[in-house]
């Protein structure tokens, strides 16, 4: 299957269980003994160091001109060399990060033409540093020539790449809006025949798309021709050979916190290009203004289990070096790094065997997507145990069987033939898909009303209520004197003696369920996903639950799991990993120790010989019965693997 990928590398970082740490040294961490960070490496059983080698700071000497070499690095030292010396003789592979995005006021006088221009000419210079343009020389000449410097002379394992296309906020979260520099002004008008806008829209997206994703291509190439044996790591999707990304915290950042961060990262990289290694890196710290007090310990705990259930590395970052002051992410992490080398044979090639497919939104298109429709429904399917995929590409097609095909905000024309094959489909979203689907009467932006349940012999988690609450966007479809949930819209609502008193029914539906060629597709017309993401109704959760199990009526998995229990069902060669999660320590805004579950019951479609579990070593009794294995876990803290053959 991976073949079919266009651009998928096979290597080390594909084959085998990751366990990886990176460091983001400070220019003072040049003079660090690299016998002692190894030692410590060595001691929590990391097989993987991503650790600084240049960029903004080189932590070896370098000759290029204008890069940088830390002051602190003592001289005749090499200690990116050192390290990687020392990390090769215990078995522990070594990626170096590069940030290009800044450089010197040397380079900046010598080069002027290379660096980022506010809208007004001026240069953005933050702690004497000046960033760079992804569409200058800098990147796309000077780069090259630090970077080949570098692969030469070191036998790495792979090359990192921080903060990778023209941030319009420094760290102090100051906006410096959108480089204007000559290259980008000549280049954007050649795109698009005008000038570049103050704000990004759609276009600039496209535009800063392109431009990071050129210079993603020349690094790519670079590094598989100079270190064919190396990996490519960065947090874009095209030319790598792993997808970076970060579960972390800002202060400032909307509530409601997104547990389930590590889970979607990992899940979403690994179905939108499954031959390449998803790397989603747990930061330690709270903001950029403490980079040295870590989150909790439990949400740390939680994201480094949801990375692995997932398919996903192992991966854990700190600031500095090991050597924290606040010790509690590292002393978190290091028994966790030590249970996975025990148990690494689980930890590698494993693939979602997840039978339903969630879209996030479009890669490569700069398009706007709601992102709380997506994790409303993302946290629908966990909370209601239905395994899934998510992707945000449409390769997949052909290459794949899935029962069902769920799509929010984004519901585009591959679907329609998708469907017409026999596929099953459901549309979650007030936006309409861009297949003909259903005759559209118009559009509401914001709708305070009601869905009357018509039917209920369709909706038997609805059977308490009548009614579902309406507040967002609706699209009127063509009306149905047999459609089974209803629009009633706004009416009075106040004082008390008026409510609702002049209601009235109408033939709107809530809900379409189509027939095209040999498929169905099923449209909810309305926002489902951010109504659940922010108000978690029950009813929500039927109606969801029952299109679902209509459209897709055998289930993979049936349990009487809490819903804070994520599972996750993976392929590992011949054999099937179901991975429990336990979320019930999080609560608000903190995350604490688990509650512990006792007495799990699940049952899974298929017939398997044996169900081991390996957090609490034990063989369970299995019972094979109407197409499932049926099986009970004793016991769940914060998270168990069942091995299943
Ligand atoms: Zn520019």
């Not at 609706?474 to 009633?488: N, Q, R, S, V, Y």
């Not at 699940?602 to 044996?610: L, M, P, Q, S, Y």
Request: neutral net charge; hydrophobic residues 40%.
């Amino acid at each position: 299957m991976l073949s079919s990928f266009a651009g998928a590398r096979d290597g080390w970082w594909l084959n085998e269980p990751i366990r990886w740490v990176q460091t983001n040294l400070r220019e003072t961490d040049a003079n660090l003994d690299a016998a002692h960070l190894v030692g410590q490496l060595a001691d929590m059983r990391a097989n993987v160091l991503l650790i600084g080698m240049g960029g903004i700071t080189a932590y070896y000497p370098t000759r290029i001109e204008f890069h940088t070499i830390s002051p602190y690095l003592p001289p005749g030292h090499d200690m990116f060399g050192d390290v990687l010396q020392a990390a090769h003789a215990k078995g522990i592979r070594v990626v170096g990060r590069f940030d290009f995005s800044k450089t010197s006021k040397a380079a900046f006088d010598a080069h002027p033409e290379w660096f980022f221009r506010k809208a007004n000419g001026d240069p953005v210079i933050y702690n004497g540093l000046y960033s760079t343009c992804i569409n200058g020389a800098y990147y796309r000449e000077q780069a090259v020539k630090i970077l080949s410097e570098a692969l030469d002379k070191y036998p790495v394992d792979g090359l990192f790449f921080n903060m990778f296309g023209n941030q319009s906020r420094d760290y102090s979260g100051n906006d410096v809006g959108l480089c204007h520099c000559a290259v980008c002004r000549r280049k954007y008008e050649q795109m698009f025949h005008k000038e570049l806008p103050d704000k990004p829209d759609d276009d600039y997206r496209k535009f800063m798309f392109v431009s990071s994703r050129e210079v993603a291509a020349i690094f790519g190439d670079l590094i598989h021709k100079k270190r064919p044996q190396a990996g490519y790591f960065n947090y874009v999707q095209e030319s790598t050979d792993g997808i970076m990304s970060e579960s972390n915290t800002a202060v400032a950042r909307p509530l409601p916190m997104w547990p389930y961060s590590a889970s979607d990262n990992v899940n979403r990289a690994l179905n939108s290009e499954p031959g390449k290694m998803p790397v989603n890196l747990c930061m330690q710290f709270v903001d950029y203004w403490w980079r040295f007090a870590t989150v909790t310990r439990d949400e740390i705990a939680l994201r480094l289990w949801e990375n692995i259930a997932n398919g996903g590395a192992l991966a854990f970052e700190v600031n500095g070096t090991l050597d924290q002051q606040d010790r509690q992410a590292v002393e978190t992490a290091k028994p966790i790094f030590r249970w996975l080398a025990d148990h690494e044979q689980y930890y590698s090639r494993e693939r979602s065997a997840a039978r339903v497919l969630l879209l996030a939104g479009p890669a490569n298109t700069g398009q706007t997507y709601s992102q709380r429709s997506y994790r409303g429904l993302f946290r629908l399917l966990s909370e209601e145990h239905i395994p899934f995929a998510v992707s945000n590409n449409m390769r997949w097609l052909g290459t794949r069987d899935f029962d069902l095909v769920i799509a929010t905000d984004w519901a585009p024309p591959e679907l329609r033939g998708y469907a017409e094959g026999g596929g099953r489909v459901l549309i979650v979203s007030p936006r309409e898909p861009q297949f003909p689907l259903a005759s559209i009467v118009r559009k509401s932006p914001d709708v305070r009303g009601y869905f009357r349940v018509r039917d209920h012999s369709l909706f038997p988690s609805l059977h308490d209520t009548n009614l579902l609450m309406l507040e967002g966007p609706f699209t009127e479809l063509a009306g149905d004197a047999k459609a089974p949930l209803t629009l009633i819209p706004p009416s009075m609502i106040g004082p008390p003696e008026k409510v609702h008193v002049d209601w009235k029914d109408t033939d709107q539906p809530g809900l379409v369920f189509r027939t095209m060629g040999k498929g169905t597709v099923a449209w909810i017309p309305w926002d489902l996903g951010a109504l659940y993401y922010r108000e978690s109704l029950p009813a929500y959760a039927g109606l969801f639950r029952d299109v679902v199990d209509r459209l897709q009526p055998t289930r993979q998995l049936r349990t009487n799991a809490h819903p804070l229990v994520e599972m996750t069902w993976m392929q590992q060669g011949d054999r099937k990993l179901l991975h429990l999660i336990n979320l019930s320590g999080h609560s608000q805004t903190g995350y604490f120790p688990p509650l512990p579950m006792i007495d799990i019951r699940v049952e899974i479609a298929g017939r398997f010989k044996e169900a081991i579990s390996a957090r609490n070593p034990a063989h369970l009794q299995v019972h094979f019965e109407n197409g499932y294995t049926r099986f009970t876990v004793p016991r769940l803290t914060g998270y168990e693997l069942i091995v299943l053959n």
